[in-house]
């Protein structure tokens, strides 16, 4: 059986009632307003894990404590890895060169980006309900 080979990992940061969205910088570097999960880019050779940990640390200058795996999102052509965690810590230094803007949301207003067509990949609000029904000891 061959093994996806992912584009990117991203990762769902629940703390309370809400998660961390942000708005990744684009070619033109204007804010559009399209929200997406912090994350980017797995190098060569890297697993989809380590590299959710080291964008993470690249965009927020924070640490996460486990992981848990929420799916694989297909996104133009490409497979993206999600992970989600609940996270206790404290943003650093944000990567303005990386991230235009970051806040968070509670569910209903992630509901809200996606019927407003707000949402980078459109697979955001799907992998944060599954993520939250995991929390909750579903699937």
Not at 47 to 56: F, M, Q
Not at 113 to 133: C, D, Q, V
């Amino acid at each position: 059986m061959k093994a996806i080979k992912y584009r990117t990992s991203r990762c769902i940061l629940k703390s309370n009632n809400a998660f961390l969205m942000v708005v990744h910088n684009n070619y033109r570097g204007e804010n559009n307003g399209i929200w997406g999960l912090p994350g980017g880019r797995i190098d060569y050779g890297e697993k989809p894990l380590k590299a959710a940990r080291r964008e993470i640390k690249e965009e927020l200058d924070t640490t996460m404590g486990e992981l848990v795996d929420v799916g694989s999102y297909s996104y133009k052509g490409y497979q993206h890895k999600v992970y989600g965690t609940e996270f206790d810590g404290e943003i650093g230094r944000i990567d303005y060169s990386e991230l235009l803007e970051v806040d968070w949301f509670t569910l209903d207003e992630v509901r809200s980006l996606a019927e407003k067509k707000k949402l980078h990949a459109g697979f955001e609000f799907m992998s944060i309900e599954r993520f939250s029904n995991i929390l909750k000891g579903g699937y």
